[in-house]
């Protein structure tokens, strides 16, 4: 980083290399942030799929800085449709007696 910082003060650039260069940021800036969303989606997909929600649900994260906040009230305050796992109906069984000799 610092040495293309430094290679941009040691020499002018003129405007094909400004042109380049934003061309470049063009074609990059889609990539990354196709790279976050899925960072982002991804996760909030399997945690909505555990929930019993619809996976779908998830894709509110591609609404800017709201869609997130919908998912994560939507998540904490409604009932999941988890069931519960049952308790033993007599505790847990012994274990076999040892062999007799």
Excluded: N
């Excluded at 293309?4 to 650039?13: E, G, N, T, V, W």
């Excluded at 997909?45 to 894709?59: D, M, T």
């Amino acid at each position: 980083m610092e040495f293309a910082l430094a290679f941009l003060q040691s020499s002018p650039l003129d405007q094909q290399q400004i042109q380049h260069l934003v061309v470049a940021m063009f074609a990059l800036i889609p990539l990354f942030i196709l790279i976050g969303m899925i960072v982002i989606i991804v996760p909030t997909w399997f945690i909505c799929k555990k929930a019993g929600f619809s996976p779908w649900l998830s894709l509110l994260c591609l609404i800017p800085s709201l869609g997130l906040l919908v998912l994560l009230y939507v998540l904490a305050f409604a009932e999941w449709k988890v069931a519960p796992v049952p308790p033993p109906q007599m505790g847990y069984p012994y274990p076999p007696p040892p062999p007799r000799v």
